[in-house]
């Protein structure tokens, strides 16, 4: 059983930079896979992010590519997002998530992660 909690949302302009970051309590850290999905009010919640357990692969969705990056801290039990250039259209619940890294090939859906945190809110102003 893995426990998720976000932090480091907040309300920021356009074109700032954000670090949110999920805890994670529980054992075996270390060999799950890690993503970050985002959802505005009224749309569905999109793939943001994902790392896997080597901390070597990493995905990221059309819109977030070049800006934002997914790294990860096995000794802190931490995944991290770091959001720059953020853009109006970005704003949205942040919520991390975490699936056992076992033979998965497939990280960008929602429907992959058995683990979710919270959210934390990220809002951009024009």
């Known amino acids: 059983q893995v426990q998720l909690v976000e932090s480091g949302g907040g309300l920021v302009q356009a074109g700032a930079s954000l670090r949110l970051s999920c805890a994670a309590s529980?054992?075996?850290?270390?060999?799950?896979?890690l993503g970050w999905f985002r959802q505005a009010p009224g749309k569905e919640r999109d793939f943001v992010a994902a790392?896997?357990?080597?901390?070597?692969?990493?995905y990221y969705g059309d819109s977030v590519k070049g800006r934002f990056t997914i790294t990860r801290d096995n000794a802190k039990n931490t995944v991290y997002l770091q959001m720059n250039s953020l853009r109006p259209e970005d704003a949205a619940g942040y919520y991390c998530?975490?699936?056992?890294?076992?033979?998965?090939?497939?990280?960008?859906?929602?429907?992959?992660?058995?683990?979710w945190g919270q959210g934390t809110q990220v809002t951009v102003s024009s």
């Open positions: 790392i896997r357990r080597n901390d070597v692969d990493t």
């Open positions: 998530a975490a699936v056992e890294d076992i033979g998965l090939n497939k990280f960008d859906g929602h429907y992959v992660y058995d683990y």
């Open positions: 529980g054992r075996g850290f270390s060999s799950y896979g």
